[in-house]
């Protein structure tokens, strides 16, 4: 019973739950065995909260039971990317320099899925301060992909996506600054949202990039990340960026595109995004997509966005920037890790020193030297201004293509996931995962990624979905539509096809 529990979408399950076929104490039992079973292996949480969890899931089963109404999500179990403040339990950002820090407060999000009464599993890894494509800059030790374990998960979010396709978790919590969420969503055979910028508060989210962070869903269906995107999203007085506006109609949208309808849907290839630098089968996986959307009515045409060739550039000249702002708050002596110098006098200066230097990673302080540089007097103009021009275009080139199509598409990732150490030390590869995110952070508009199917390899390709500003439900009638389709040639959920993972003997 209980893998049967895990397997399910959080959809099936809130069914299960308002059915009372199920309790929710049931359902997160079952996927804390889950992860005590094989999260040894997979290293996907930095923190599990089984206290916590169960006590929700006893209230939440308290409430039903008295004939309370609930959130539709009540009594789901959901995973936290530890890049999200949640009060009482630790959150580190993947960095020794958070160690043991315990957050007094939580996120927005946080408040909000507690108030829905979705049972908190815990905190998922996360490359350090959400800087990297692999989960390999966390400074507690890697996740693996639950295809391979000889693999990256992606980055930074690789817990939250290893979480879900392990079936640790029905739902997770990522965050996107690059492509944080849909990559590892391309790799994982996940789903994965980036809202659009300001549609998800970003109150308690530890910053790396201010203009470019976002939150939002990982889950292992379109219909079950619409329906935590609905929850989680919305306005917040907390955040000056929130979007005072009512969540798009995502849910509403999802169940209208699982009917396989695009009749009369523009989608548009963006030429830049795909060709040279691209495995061959994630090629052959996108131009078979592109005939399933045909075939449910859509017409499909190719847009070019030109300035989508410097965006890698302009990004990570704008991002190191903003993250060497916002990460000089972590400096010894607020809160986090205290390291004195071991000689000479005990000035701020020297406390500041050793401690950032024993607190951050390579990764980190490669982005905060780059960032500092970019600011810095003399070369401000040269660099981070003339990148911030790039994004004016960047933003220019997607108003343009829009007037031509309602969605752009374009593979998730260039690649299928690779091997662990076979980029580490070429940051530039690793830079170049991130090709066909980064625009829509620039840009501020939505994204989405789906798998749809798998490359020669045997692992699994992703499928990114792009929309206007504030047009979020476009992505899940279109997502929907695609993955209903797919799924229909697969014979089920492409997770389906992953190996099994080997489970350790659960004490009784």
């Known amino acids: ?110 408040e909000r899925i507690k108030a829905a009464g979705l049972p908190i599993l815990g905190k998922t890894n996360m490359d350090e301060f959400a800087m990297g494509s692999s989960t390999e800059h966390s400074a507690f030790g890697n996740t693996k992909n639950p295809w391979d374990l000889d693999r990256i998960p992606g980055g930074s979010g690789g817990g939250s996506a290893a979480a879900v396709a392990g079936f640790e978790a029905p739902l997770a919590i990522g965050t996107d600054t690059g492509g944080s969420i849909r990559q590892p969503g391309a790799v994982t055979g996940t789903v994965g949202v980036k809202p659009t910028y ?37 306005h917040d007085p907390h955040d000056s960026t929130s979007i005072n506006e009512p969540v798009p109609g995502v849910v509403a949208a999802a169940r209208q595109g699982a009917k396989g309808d695009l009749k009369g849907l523009r989608v548009g290839v963006v030429k830049e995004l795909s060709g040279e630098g691209y495995q061959a089968g994630v090629s052959a996986r996108f131009d078979e997509s592109l005939e399933q959307l045909r075939a449910l009515g859509a017409e499909v045409v190719e847009v070019s966005c030109p300035s989508f060739a410097y965006a890698l550039d302009a990004y990570y000249l704008i991002m190191p920037a903003e993250a060497s702002s916002n990460l000089a708050k972590f400096d010894g002596m607020r809160f986090g890790l205290r390291v004195e110098p071991a000689d000479g006098p005990v000035t701020a200066e020297r406390v500041m020193g050793a401690t950032r230097g024993a607190g951050f990673g390579d990764e980190v302080k490669r982005r905060v030297i780059l960032g500092t540089y970019a600011l810095s007097a003399g070369y401000y103009d040269a660099y981070y201004g003339s990148a911030q021009k790039v994004r004016t275009l960047i933003q220019r080139d997607f108003a343009a293509a829009f007037e031509r199509a309602d969605v752009l598409v374009s593979p998730t990732a260039p690649t299928t996931a690779f091997k662990f150490g076979e980029k580490l030390d070429d940051p530039l590869a690793m830079y170049l995962n991130d090709v066909a995110t980064i625009p829509a952070n620039l840009a501020g508009v939505p994204g989405m990624s789906l798998p749809n199917g798998l490359s020669d390899d045997g692992l699994p390709v992703g499928f990114q979905i792009l929309a206007p500003a504030k047009a979020d439900d476009r992505l899940y009638r279109v997502g929907a539509a695609l993955e209903a389709a797919l799924e229909s040639s697969w014979g089920g959920p492409i997770l389906n096809k992953a190996p099994e993972l080997k489970t350790t003997e659960l004490a009784r």
Do not use: C
């Not at 049931?26 to 094989?38: S, Y």
């Not at 020794?96 to 946080?110: C, F, G, H, N, Q």
């Not at 990982?218 to 619409?226: K, M, P, S």
């Open 198 to 234: 300001g549609g998800v508060s970003r109150y308690g989210l530890i910053a790396m990039a201010s203009s470019l962070d976002q939150a939002g869903p990982v889950t292992r269906t379109v219909l079950d990340a619409a329906l935590l995107h609905e929850l989680i999203g919305g």
């Open 1 to 110: 019973m209980t893998n049967d529990i895990t397997r399910l979408s959080a959809s099936d399950l809130a069914s299960a739950l308002r059915s009372k076929t199920i309790t929710s104490v049931e359902a997160t039992q079952a996927h804390l065995d889950r992860i005590a079973a094989v999260d040894g292996d997979l290293h996907a949480f930095l923190h599990v909260s089984s206290d916590e969890a169960l006590a929700t899931a006893a209230e939440v089963d308290a409430k039903r039971a008295g004939g309370e109404e609930l959130h539709p999500l009540a009594g789901v179990p959901i995973a936290v990317k530890d890049v999200v403040v949640t009060k009482g339990l630790p959150t580190t950002a993947g960095s020794k320099i958070l160690e043991r820090w315990i957050p007094p407060y939580d996120a927005t999000l946080v």
